[in-house]
């Protein structure tokens, strides 16, 4: 069972560390531990924030509006990883394009013949575009990262689970920058590089992630097979 703080608990210890100063509030602590909680998620491509959301799309109505697929299903969206279109007969990676390199390239999809979506751009925070447009309501398997959820409640716990020494060594940086107390920001952003540096490296050392079999070769066979202590 992961060791979780709970937002109260975090914030008891960061009131400790400023001996409970009368000039900082509740309300302010939760708020600044928020923002090293969204600085902690931009720092690494934490696995707790990976996500898989399943989109219908649409063919039944006009091709303008066909083209466009709602991503209200995908909470607090930072990065994706994958779109993919299945069907009972297949499956279609998509490639992601940029907003302008879509624009410029393809600026009405619905002018071209329906078919399986190849490509897609966010467009807005809550909607893409696919071309071609859909020619059957097919569902669109996105794999993405989210944002931490924001804290709120005592009894909140951060979604990014084991690195609550972390999350108040940053904020108490954060917070004594702000106090213009320049040398105990840096010893304390100090704390949490190394805390961080360390955290990065066991992240990243997936011991089942270091052969990769060429799984599309016929009999799963690797191009070089001389490398694999398995094979002799």
Not at 74 to 101: C, F, H, K, P, Q
Not at 104 to 109: E, G, K, N, Q, T
Not at 112 to 129: G, I, K, S
Not at 180 to 188: K, T
Request: include cysteine.
């Amino acid at each position: 069972m992961a060791v979780a703080m709970t937002n109260a608990q975090i914030r008891a210890a960061l009131q400790h560390m400023y001996a409970s100063r009368s000039d900082i509030s509740d309300a302010q602590y939760t708020t600044y531990i928020n923002l090293a909680l969204e600085r902690l998620a931009r720092n690494h491509d934490w696995f707790e924030l990976n996500r898989k959301a399943d989109l219908t799309l649409s063919a039944s109505g006009t091709a303008a509006a066909d083209k466009v697929v709602s991503t209200s299903g995908i909470t607090a969206l930072r990065d994706i990883y994958s779109v993919v279109i299945e069907n009972s007969a297949r499956s279609v990676r998509l490639s992601g394009m940029g907003a302008a390199e879509f624009d410029a390239a393809i600026p009405l999809p619905e002018y071209f013949a329906r078919n399986v979506p190849q490509c897609y751009t966010l467009w807005t925070a809550d909607e893409m575009l696919v071309h071609p447009v859909p020619d059957a309501a097919y569902t669109m398997r996105v794999r993405y990262r989210k944002w931490p959820a924001a804290l709120s409640a005592d009894a909140d716990v951060p979604e990014l689970t084991r690195k609550d020494d972390m999350l108040i060594f940053l904020t108490a940086s954060f917070i004594w920058s702000l106090l213009r107390e320049v040398d105990e920001a840096n010893r304390y952003f100090a704390y949490y590089k190394n805390e961080l540096a360390g955290a990065v490296v066991n992240a990243d050392n997936v011991p089942d992630a270091r052969l990769h079999p060429n799984f599309l070769a016929a009999g799963h066979a690797l191009p070089e097979y001389w490398r694999t202590p398995f094979l002799r």
